[in-house]
């Protein structure tokens, strides 16, 4: 069991920054993939990033360049750095974890345990 908690979300304007945490506690963190997703409204969840075991990182075009995702396995927590904000960025952010073998996956249905969510909002 794993359970995972974000925080960091808010109100920001464009061009702007935030950076999302994701805690979690249970079965050994550092050696799962984790990875963020995000969902607007009315709009399926969607893959942003994620970091596997080993530090490597994959991200969705449209956040490439702005966005960062690290990991602090001594925290048991993953970072997502996220700059040069859009409203298009707009969505409840989640963070979830693989705990099964193989990584690098970017689908939602690969992923077995996720947090609550942050809501980020970027005004223009």
Not at 37 to 60: C, H, I, M
Not at 85 to 103: E, I, M
Request: glycine share 12%.
């Amino acid at each position: 069991q794993v359970q995972l908690v974000e925080s960091g979300g808010g109100l920001v304007q464009a061009g702007g920054s935030l950076r999302l945490s994701c805690a979690a506690s249970g079965r050994a963190f550092f050696s799962k993939t984790v990875g963020w997703f995000r969902q607007a409204p009315g709009k399926e969840r969607e893959f942003v990033a994620l970091v596997n075991w080993s530090g490597d990182t994959f991200y969705t075009d449209s956040v490439k360049g702005r966005f960062t995702i690290s990991r602090d396995n001594a925290k048991n927590t993953v970072y997502l750095q996220m700059s040069s904000l859009k409203p298009d960025d707009t969505a409840v952010y989640y963070c979830a974890v693989r705990t099964r073998g193989g990584d690098m996956y970017t689908s939602t249905s690969n992923y077995d345990y996720w947090g609550q969510g942050t809501q980020v909002t970027v005004s223009s």
